[in-house]
């Protein structure tokens, strides 16, 4: 498995980011999205050790077009510059929480959690958070966990959710719009050998965190 062919046809195209270069080059880009599938392979079956729900998922149901939907942008570039993959065992689509992989020239990441969810959906995790707080503290505060994922959310309210004290001492994991969670990796990362080890460990670690959102995410699927 190359994955150096992904990164010099990302690099590439982010110079180039044009129709015509794009259907120039078409045959790298079809390499380079191989190498990515065959990547995307590898996790799956190193995740499926210890999440069989993910086990039999192929590459194609995880990926995305690399086409940019351009209508409500002002950046009219056709093309994405990166290739990504969310295993999902409920489908990429769905609020389930899975495994997303980010490969971008300098700014590639592991990560994972729900993003734009639902508000009765967003309102039940917030809820559970807050009823369980002290099991879901042991798990983004365990340093096993937050080695990889030192930040729950991307997006914040500046106070307290509708419905939920002000006073409450962890308030921070009730203000997220979502729940996400991510590893930055460097480019490397990718182009080492070992690079599935080091995958499965950061993965096991969101796994804990994702089985604590989807008890109560999956009652909404």
């Known amino acids: 498995m190359d994955t150096s062919v992904v990164f010099r046809f990302l690099k590439e195209l982010a110079a180039n980011n044009n ?43 995880c990926t995305y077009r690399i086409y940019r939907d351009t209508r409500f942008s002002e950046d009219k570039t056709p093309y994405k510059t990166h290739f990504g993959g969310y295993i999902n065992a409920k489908g990429k689509k769905s609020n389930h929480c899975g495994y997303y992989i980010h490969v971008e020239p ?17 309102r039940a995790v917030r809820q559970a958070v807050y ?16 080695r990889y994922f030192p930040v729950i959310g991307e997006n914040f ?18 203000q997220c719009k979502e729940y996400t969670v991510a590893c930055h990796v460097p480019d490397r990362f990718f182009l080492q050998p070992g690079f599935a080890d080091q995958a499965e460990d950061i993965f096991r670690q969101l796994k804990r965190y994702a089985d604590f959102l989807n008890y109560t995410i999956d009652d909404f699927e």
């Not at 045959?27 to 799956?44: M, N, P, W």
């Not at 300098?106 to 967003?122: E, F």
């Not at 009823?131 to 937050?146: K, Q």
């Not at 309210?157 to 009730?174: D, M, S, V």
């Open 19 to 61: 129709r015509e270069w794009f259907n120039a080059h078409r045959d790298r880009y079809e390499a380079a999205r191989q190498a990515f599938d065959d990547l995307l392979g590898t996790v799956i079956n190193r995740l499926s050790v210890f999440d069989p729900s993910v086990r039999g998922i192929e590459p194609k149901d």
């Open 106 to 122: 300098d700014n590639c990441m592991l990560a994972g959690g729900s993003y734009c969810l639902p508000s009765p959906v967003l």
């Open 131 to 146: 009823d369980n707080i002290d099991e879901f503290r042991s798990i983004v505060e365990d340093p096993a966990f937050s």
């Open 157 to 174: 309210l500046k106070g307290a959710p509708k419905g939920f004290p002000k006073t409450f001492p962890y308030l921070k994991y009730l």
